[in-house]
């Protein structure tokens, strides 16, 4: 089985920047995916970054040039770099883990933008 923890959510002012971190463990080298989403109240939750086992990325529209997924030296860690933050990125931030057995995840990060 694989666990993942998200961390490094919080308050910023708007045009700010953030550092988000997912970190696996556990069965690890079952993951194919890991999935970057976030939820707005009362919206439906969004995948904003992909990054596969091979390393392809991928950005949904309204993020893309703003924030970076990245996975870290242990392999294990996978980044999400926020910068020129909007007060629209304002949600829960989730990480998701596509594996052998079916789709993990955590149990997220609170992001506030204030404008």
């Known amino acids: 089985q694989v666990q993942l923890v998200e961390s490094g959510g919080g308050l910023v002012h708007a045009g700010g920047s953030l550092r988000l971190s997912c970190a696996a463990s556990?069965?690890?080298?079952?993951?194919?995916?890991i999935d970057w989403y976030r939820q707005a109240p009362g919206e439906q939750r969004e995948r904003v970054a992909r990054i596969t086992k091979g390393d392809s990325i991928d950005y949904t529209d309204s993020v893309r040039g703003r924030f970076t997924i990245s996975r870290g030296n242990d392999k294990n860690t996978v980044y999400l770099q926020m910068n020129s933050l909007k007060p629209e990125d304002t949600a829960v931030y989730y990480c998701a883990a596509i594996t052998l057995r079916g789709t993990l995840w955590g149990p997220g990060t609170q992001v506030t933008v204030s404008s």
């Open positions: 556990g069965s690890t080298r079952t993951i194919l995916t």
